[in-house]
Nanobody
């Protein structure tokens, strides 16, 4: 069984930054991946960024240049650094771990950007 816990969301003004954390309960060796998604109140869930234990990061067009996903650290945690935040980035951000033991989603962390 795999468990995922996100944290780090909050309320920030436009132009501000936040760092989200995704902690996974199992070791994230190859071929595991961690993917950040987000879902606005009236929107479908969309992929934001993904990183593999041994593969490079990939980003959505909306995230490129502003968001940075870290590699997997020794505590099986992946960070998503959000910079230059815009009101349209307001959403619940979810982390999904894909591992040999199964897939798991976290409960989400809310990011709210005020104008």
């Amino acid at each position: 069984q795999v468990n995922v816990v996100e944290s780090g969301g909050g309320l920030v003004q436009a132009g501000g930054s936040l760092r989200l954390s995704c902690q996974v309960s199992r070791r994230l060796g190859s071929p595991s991946t961690v993917t950040w998604y987000r879902q606005g109140r009236t929107k479908e869930r969309e992929m934001v960024a993904m990183v593999g234990a041994t593969s490079p990061a990939t980003y959505s067009e909306s995230a490129k240049g502003r968001f940075t996903i870290s590699g997997v650290n020794a505590r099986n945690t992946v960070y998503l650094q959000l910079t230059d935040l815009k009101p349209e980035d307001t959403a619940a951000y979810y982390c999904k771990a894909t591992t040999p033991w199964g897939d798991a989603w976290g409960q989400g962390t809310q990011v709210t950007v005020s104008s």
